[in-house]
């Protein structure tokens, strides 16, 4: 994950939770510690971005690729961290995105998320053998 899908997705997450009043005082925090981090880097004509994330937080990956690229900012190690430490608040109240960092190639029957359950079946076809 690219470092500007990390941050769309911590603030989508922030905004999520906050918005629905399920987020715990260390989201709270990570959110509004994120936000205004990024809110210094940006162009004062940005400041109702946030709004917008916070009225539909789906928006978020759109709007902060968007802004980020156009506006050129740099996504530094301060801003990483700070999306980060987000993510694992939101992961430890299993409030949004980043319970799960799953990269996965040339397989099958993969699920992820708690409390499934799935039957496979899988054909080897006729020239298994060879």
Do not use: C
């Amino acid at each position: 994950m690219d470092p500007s899908a990390i941050i769309a997705a911590a603030l989508a997450g922030g905004a999520a939770a906050e918005a629905a009043d399920t987020a715990t005082a260390a989201v709270v925090d990570a959110y509004r510690s994120l936000r205004s981090a990024l809110q210094k880097r940006l162009p004062n004509e940005y400041r109702q971005l946030f709004d917008e994330i916070e009225a539909d937080p789906d928006k978020a990956d759109i709007l902060i690729h968007q802004v980020l690229r156009a506006e050129r900012v740099q996504v530094d190690d301060e801003l990483y961290r700070r999306a980060r430490d987000l993510l694992g608040n939101l992961s430890d109240s299993d409030a949004g995105p980043g319970k799960y960092n799953v990269v996965v190639h040339d397989s099958k029957g993969v699920q992820i998320g708690d409390h499934n359950m799935q039957m496979n079946t899988f054909s080897i076809g006729e020239d298994w053998h060879r």
